[in-house]
């Protein structure tokens, strides 16, 4: 089951059309990349989900329901994480978790189990300080322990890694993760290499279009591999090498890459009647940075 449908989705903000026709699902526990340069639409597309915006066309539903402008109920399966998230400061995590289930109307058995399941989740299990004293990292996984906390269908996360470091990034992403178990995550970035380290699937927004989508496996697809690398042990072997093949590109004095794959039994059997010795052959694929400058035009 879809967990999130966007079908047709349109909205314009004077004269400028920021999103046109958006058509994308997002399957039950999958973590789903929504990729975009920063002005794409992506926070946009987001708010529109939450109800916070009107759309001026087609049609969003979450859990099977349909999505309305305003304070609607489809909200009650959706936990949301801002890129900047605020906290009152004055609070322990612990504290503020507390906070969070009883204006939700838990009870206290039900909010200590919570709290404690999912500060341990984030790693703040044993931080007693107040969160004012919290890095950026501390405070994006309390915010996706605040966001997860009435355990919803829907994890909404709006540029979660982009300022932090890269061991932030790093323990933000593996928590991402681990939460697809729970639920399912939309998380946009403009970061590929995230995207290739925790999503299954992704869709690629460019000025306000959906220009690719699909699983990360079928992405890879859509774009030939780079080509070949190969190491020998020998520098001189190299040398003999490159001067049999100038079709070869040198990228070391012992590496070199060869792109017309196709040539490739040829400088084996080169290799082999020389006794050269390999080190390395290797089959270099395309990243999703490269395929996503590709099919933006750049």
């Not at 109920?73 to 289930?101: A, I, K, Q």
């Not at 790693?123 to 950026?136: A, H, M, P, Q």
């Amino acid at each position: 089951m879809d967990m999130l449908t966007l079908s047709h989705v349109a909205k314009r903000f004077g004269e400028k059309q920021v999103l046109r026709d958006v058509t994308f699902s997002v399957p039950e526990h999958t973590v789903f990349g929504f990729v975009g340069k920063n002005g794409a639409g992506k926070t946009t597309a987001m708010k529109l989900i939450l109800g916070l915006l009107a759309s001026d066309g087609g049609e969003i539903s979450v859990n099977g329901m349909k999505v309305h402008y305003g304070n609607t109920p489809t909200n009650r399966f959706v936990g949301y994480l801002p890129d900047v998230p605020e906290f009152y400061s004055c609070m322990t995590p612990f504290e503020y978790l507390r906070f969070c289930g009883e204006i939700s109307g838990m009870s206290s058995k039900e909010i200590k189990a919570r709290s404690e399941e999912l500060l341990c989740l984030v790693g703040l299990e044993k931080e007693n300080r107040r969160i004012r004293g919290f890095s950026r990292g501390m405070k994006q996984r309390l915010g996706v322990a605040q966001a997860l906390f009435g355990r919803p269908g829907l994890l909404i996360c709006d540029e979660p890694t982009s300022a932090l470091d890269p061991a932030g990034r790093r323990e933000l992403l593996d928590i991402l993760s681990a939460a697809k178990e729970q639920t399912t995550v939309l998380f946009s970035t403009h970061i590929l290499s995230d995207v290739e380290h925790i999503c299954d699937e992704a869709a690629f927004l460019h000025e306000g279009e959906i220009v690719l989508k699909g699983t990360i496996e079928e992405m890879r697809t859509y774009r030939k591999a780079a080509g070949m690398e190969m190491e020998l042990e020998q520098v001189e072997d190299g040398q003999l090498l490159l001067a049999a093949f100038p079709c070869l590109k040198s990228t070391g004095k012992r590496n070199f890459l060869l792109e017309d794959t196709g040539r490739l039994p040829e400088i084996l059997h080169f290799l082999a009647d020389r006794n050269i010795s390999v080190l390395r052959i290797e089959r270099q694929e395309s990243s999703l940075e490269e395929l996503f400058m590709e099919v933006v035009g750049k």
